[in-house]
C-alpha cells in the first residue's frame, strides 16, 4: 500500500431512529459499517490484489469528475468564499468495492494553512443517485445547525433543520445528526467507530466482517423503506432535484 499518510478505517455502527410520536411505535434500526478516513492530498493507492476493495474516484463525490475531489472540495469551498490556503482536508467515506459504493454521507473537515478546523462540508446522498453538500461551520463541541434543503427519505419532506454535531477523527470518531421538524424531532442518527490504522490487515479484516458493505447499506435502506411503509407511514413526494453548480 503506498501514499495515504494517516489514511486509517473507523469500524462501528450507524444507528437510526424515529421516535413514537412520528407514527404508532418507535422504530430503531443499526447496522455495522467501516468507512476509510483519508487526506485528500496523500490518497491510498492499494497493491493491484487489493484496489477492488477500496477504490477512491471523484465520479462519486461532488463537483467535476474530470478534477480530483481535493479540487472540487476547494471549489465549493470557494463558491461561499471560504479559502483554505492550502490547508489539510480529511476525508470519511466508503470507498468503491467491486464496482459497487454509496455513501448516504460523506465528512470533510477542513483546515486552514494553520491546522485550524475552518469548516466541515458533509455531503449527503439518497438512493435516488443525487447529492447536496451543506458548509457547516461547528462551533462548542462541533455543533453545528443547516437548513435542510435535500430530499432524502421518501418518508420526510424537505423542510426543518438539522441539528449535527462531529468529533474530531481521533481514536474515536461520533457523528451525531437530527432533524427537527414543526418544533419536533423527527428523525435521528447516529455513526460512531473506533479508528485502525489503514493496512492491508485491516481491510482485509473489516472487508471480511462487512462484506460487500455498500451494496448491503443500500439493500438495508430500502428493506426498512418497506416496513415502515407497511406499517403505513405516509410517503412524501420528491420533487424535482437542481443539482449544486460552482464555479472554481
Known amino acids: 500500500m503506498t501514499g495515504g499518510a494517516g489514511a ?45 476493495l ?25 463558491s461561499h468564499g471560504v479559502d483554505l490556503a492550502g490547508g489539510r482536508v480529511l476525508m470519511l467515506a466508503n470507498a468503491r468495492a467491486f464496482g459497487h459504493v454509496f455513501n448516504p454521507l460523506s465528512v470533510y473537515w477542513c483546515h486552514d494553512a494553520d491546522g ?7 455531503e449527503v446522498h439518497n438512493t ?13 463541541r462541533g455543533r453545528a445547525d443547516a437548513e435542510k434543503a435535500f430530499y ?4 420526510l419532506s424537505v423542510d426543518g433543520s438539522y441539528r449535527m454535531a462531529f468529533s474530531a477523527p481521533g481514536d474515536r470518531l461520533s457523528i451525531q445528526m437530527e432533524l427537527i421538524q414543526g418544533g419536533r424531532r423527527v428523525f435521528q442518527a447516529s455513526l460512531t467507530g473506533r479508528r ?5 490487515r485491516t481491510l482485509l479484516r473489516a472487508a471480511a466482517r ?18 415502515l411503509w407497511l406499517r403505513g407511514v405516509p410517503r412524501v413526494p420528491r420533487p424535482a432535484h437542481t443539482p449544486q453548480r460552482w464555479v472554481g
Do not use: K
Open 152 to 155: 432524502v427519505s421518501p418518508f
Open 8 to 52: 486509517a478505517i473507523y469500524e462501528g455502527q450507524v444507528m437510526h431512529t424515529r421516535p413514537r410520536h412520528t407514527e404508532s411505535a418507535p422504530y430503531l434500526f443499526r447496522y455495522g459499517v467501516y468507512m476509510w478516513l483519508v487526506d485528500l492530498d496523500h490518497l491510498p493507492r492499494l497493491p493491484a490484489g487489493l484496489a477492488p
Open 196 to 200: 485502525r490504522p489503514l493496512t492491508t
Open 210 to 227: 462487512y462484506p460487500l458493505m455498500t451494496a448491503r447499506v443500500s439493500a438495508l435502506i430500502r428493506y426498512h423503506g418497506v416496513r
Open 54 to 78: 477500496g477504490r477512491i474516484r471523484s465520479r462519486d463525490h461532488l463537483g467535476d469528475p474530470g478534477r480530483s475531489i481535493r479540487e472540487n472540495v476547494d471549489a465549493f469551498l470557494a
Open 128 to 140: 435516488y443517485g443525487e447529492r447536496h453538500c451543506y458548509l457547516l461551520e461547528p462551533g462548542e
Open 116 to 122: 485550524a478546523l475552518r469548516c466541515v462540508v458533509a
